[in-house]
């Protein structure tokens, strides 16, 4: 996925896994009462600050928190802009 969005400074834009539709055991999830994803796909990183490199990379599927980042709608998609330290961490 090419985007000519890019982030700058300690910025990363994460494209959000899907709501689960369903339980595990079959139940189908309401709108209304799914939960936001804290996984997603990093699909653009910016180039880090003057004295930190980016830990995180293009392609890392990432943990981060309920209220972390910033919603967008960009060319072919929603994304949530964030911090790299609004992340835990890379699994």
Do not use: H, W
Request: charged residues 25%; glycine residues 10%; proline residues 7%.
């Amino acid at each position: 996925m090419a985007l000519k969005f890019k982030p700058l400074a300690d910025r990363v834009l994460v494209e959000p896994a899907p709501a689960e539709q369903k339980t595990t055991s079959g139940i189908i999830i309401p709108d209304t009462a799914k939960e936001k994803p804290l996984k997603g796909i990093v699909v653009a990183v910016g180039p880090g600050k003057n004295d930190e490199s980016m830990t995180v990379k293009v392609g890392d599927a990432v943990l981060y928190g309920q209220y972390s980042g910033t919603e967008l709608k960009l060319e072919n998609g929603e994304y949530l802009i964030m911090k790299e330290s609004d992340i835990y961490g890379i699994y």
